[in-house]
């Protein structure tokens, strides 16, 4: 049966799992540096590209490739690249797909680095950018420069969740023959498909719920085409930013339970998310699922669930947060998200430190905003840890 045409579930489970002499039903761990060749002629044959097998790990690894086929499978894609971090994933698109002189338009409330990289590195090459709200695609459009060849969107971003209409942003991508990429780190493929929406290439940072236990740092770039799949290859083994084999197979191994961890948490933040919200501490929370969200008619057009991450501010501001951070007991306070521990986090003084606040405040990451990634425990847990913390402030 080719996985390809199974439902999302099998293919979680099923897709990209290659056979092997043993009969493993899980893919090994190939730790392995390199392979050999029968003889020289194989060797030049494979560096040619006229004979299949393996060569070095950080042009391919069988447990990797095992992962990116299954993730190039979830996402509709041609090809997956697994990398060493999400911002392995995010420097290999940049630095394959623009040149200088070139011109990108972004989504202004990105993870802090993905901008960063941009505006502080990629600059000294003469890459140019703009950020702007893109959930306003009338701002996506403004922004478009006789030179822009990227459209880069993050969309839930984070933290703001700020939601981009993906089909449109694509449209207008293409319609300027530039290229839209989306980072799908907040939503996860069970949750959205960019490529199906027009997309060209989708990011994740596997770090979040497609590994989603905590314990490993991972990206992937899934490409839409053949064409663009070969480009980012190509430029990830110079960059050499591959993953490594033990960690493809943890990834394998947390990838196969996305979908129930993500339906769970999902289930518990549909509990945490109004219940914060008529907090009498709380002065606003953004969460997709909630009628209140600006974008949340949109969300439920793209999307096939509302996940798990909730931004939120007290009205107390940034001192009443800090006291709230340092009062929860059951969620830890730590960066990252998506897994199934319930965390919390303060961008400003965190993430999104490095942006400065004039582009924080612009991009509504607020000083005060807690960020909160709601994990898959007994939710009358994650709310009595909540309600015990907001009581502390005075
Ligand atoms: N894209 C998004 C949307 C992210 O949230 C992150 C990391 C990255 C890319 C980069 O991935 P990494 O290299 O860390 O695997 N976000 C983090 C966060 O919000 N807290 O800690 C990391």
Redesign the pocket.
Known sequence: MSHDQAGFNTRLVHAGIPKDAYGSVVTPIYQTSTFAFRNAQEGADRFAGAADGYIYTRIGNPTTVALEENVASLENGFGATA????????TTIYLALLSSGDHMVSTDS?????RGLMEKHMSRFGVESTYVDTSDLANLRAALRPNTKLIYI?SP???AMSVTDIAAAAEIAHAHGALLVV?N??ASPHLQKPLDLGADLV??????FINGHADI???VVVSKTEALHKQIRAMLVNIGANMDPHQAWLVSRGLKTLALRVERAEENTRKVAPWLEAHPKVAWVRYIGLPSHPQHELCKRQMTGFGSMISFELKGGMEAGRIAMDHVKLAGL?????GVETLV?H?AS??HASMGREARLAAGITDGLV?LSVGIEDVEDIIADLDQALAQIP
């Open positions: 990398m060493a971090s999400g911002m392995g994933a995010v990105v993870y802090g680095p993905s993050e971003s984070n933290p980072d780190t907040f990011l994740h940072s596997v770090t979040k740092v991972g990206g730590a960066v990252s998200l998506g986090s961008p965190m993430t960020r």
